[in-house]
């Protein structure tokens, strides 16, 4: 049976010999009681657990994991700490050196738990990784496969010229499989972000209705919607631990790695020659209206449209479905935010744009879409496009609900009963 690898590190045999008669049977060990023996197994084995003694002659746990990260920040790095060492260890963990840490006498039982924990997130995260690699690839020799169809002509001016029936049916397969691709990054997206509610598509739909609305050409169109698909291609690049926390309960240091998807999903998509202006909007989605934002202070129309577009819809998103907050916040609440933030950091043409947008809830042009909304804004026969939970995260209505009077009444009577606002989402 297939067992992960785990380096452990302690310079005390008997605490070697606990962990081994503990973990033998769960993990493949890599056993030391010098740190400097340990570093050079790892140098040519980087196994993905690693757990740490703080307190070691030679070099304590904190600096043995500082280049344990030099080496590989993918391994999930652990210390075990006595309680004289709390301080040091908290601030190991503040620096983001170690994943975890276990005060002696362990705990076996959690210990065990965490590792396997680790080991789940780890693998989650290499097969993240992979999909974005290989898609990264199969694009690029998608582009050499498009550029073989291009023809010059009239002088440099853009024109596609086919040269038979045969090759502008090649094409069409090309630009689809492309297409799918586009999918694929996306919904690997949504997985490594631990989403479920589909927000990149939520994001993508409601950005190319206000797109269209602007009065954008089809390719600019199409790009717009292909970066609210995308957008979050930076994320991927992100520990699913940051993830899973609403952004108001990380650290600066956290916050600041977090921050930072921007322009690693610029970095990852801008080799696609077919996505470069993709790349382009979403390095500057983090601008400010008012020039005060990341990464050139760009301000107002500096900032690609496209960008300002996502901006508000994405923030938006975030906070009806609890990404900025520990609770998600309500959708009055949320359009408040958002326009409290008009003329700094969002663009007012499109907030007003995008206001209007969640008030009459047109229908898609192309596809579908999803809008939130609350309970007084439901209609008899709106489809939901996703469960409806409570606060125990028991499900009250299930995807492609069509709502009837009934569903209303009762979700009305739940509002007052528990105090609680309901947000849904329904498919136009």
Request: with cysteine; charged share 25%; net charge neutral.
């Amino acid at each position: 049976m297939f067992k992960p690898e785990l380096l452990i590190v302690d310079d005390e045999e008997e605490v070697l010999n606990a962990l081994k008669r503990l973990l033998r049977n769960k993990f493949e060990l890599h056993l030391f009681s010098d740190p400097i023996a340990a570093l050079e197994f790892y140098q040519s084995n980087p196994v993905p657990l690693v757990i740490s003694d703080m307190r070691m002659p030679i070099m304590d746990g904190a600096k043995f994991l500082s280049k344990i990260t030099e080496i590989s920040q993918r391994s999930k790095r652990f210390l075990l700490t006595g309680h004289a060492d709390i301080n040091l260890t908290v601030a190991a963990v503040n620096e983001g050196k170690i994943s975890h840490y276990f005060t002696k006498p362990w705990n076996n039982d959690k210990l065990v738990s965490e590792l396997k924990l680790a080991y789940d997130l780890f693998i989650s995260e290499t097969k993240s990784k992979k999909l974005l690699q290989k898609n990264i690839e199969k694009n690029a020799e998608l582009s050499l496969l498009n550029n073989a169809l291009e023809l010059e002509v009239d002088k440099g001016k853009e024109k596609l010229a086919l040269l038979s029936y045969k090759e502008a049916k090649s094409f069409v397969r090309l630009k689809r499989t492309f297409s799918t691709f586009i999918d694929l990054y996306a919904e690997i997206i949504s997985h490594h972000t631990l989403d479920e509610s589909r927000h990149n598509y939520r994001v993508a739909g409601q950005a190319r209705l206000i797109a269209e609305q602007s009065s954008c050409g089809k390719l600019e169109t199409f790009q717009i919607y292909i970066t609210g698909l995308l957008y979050e291609t930076g994320k991927l690049l992100v520990p699913q631990s940051i993830l899973s926390v609403s952004s108001d309960l990380l650290s600066q240091q956290e916050k600041t790695l977090y921050n930072s998807f921007y322009g690693e999903g610029y970095q990852l998509l801008r080799k696609v020659n077919e996505l470069s202006h993709v790349a382009h909007i979403i390095k500057c989605i983090p601008e400010y209206y008012n020039g005060l934002g990341v990464p050139n202070h760009l301000s107002k129309e500096e900032i690609p449209l496209g960008s300002r577009i996502i901006s508000v819809i994405s923030t938006f998103d975030d906070l009806v479905i609890g990404r900025q907050t520990q609770i998600p916040i309500s959708i009055i609440e949320a359009k408040h935010r958002i326009k409290k933030l008009s003329k700094t950091k969002f663009d007012p043409s499109v907030v007003s744009l995008f206001l209007k947008l969640l008030e009459k809830m047109p229908n898609a042009i192309e596809g579908t879409i999803e809008y939130p909304v609350n309970v007084a804004q439901l209609n008899i026969g709106n489809i939901l496009a996703q469960n409806l939970m409570n606060n125990n995260h028991n499900v009250l209505l299930t995807k492609n609900t069509i709502i009837e009077a009934q569903h209303i009444d009762k979700l009305k009577e739940l509002e007052i009963e528990y105090k609680n606002t309901f947000t849904l989402f329904i498919v136009k």
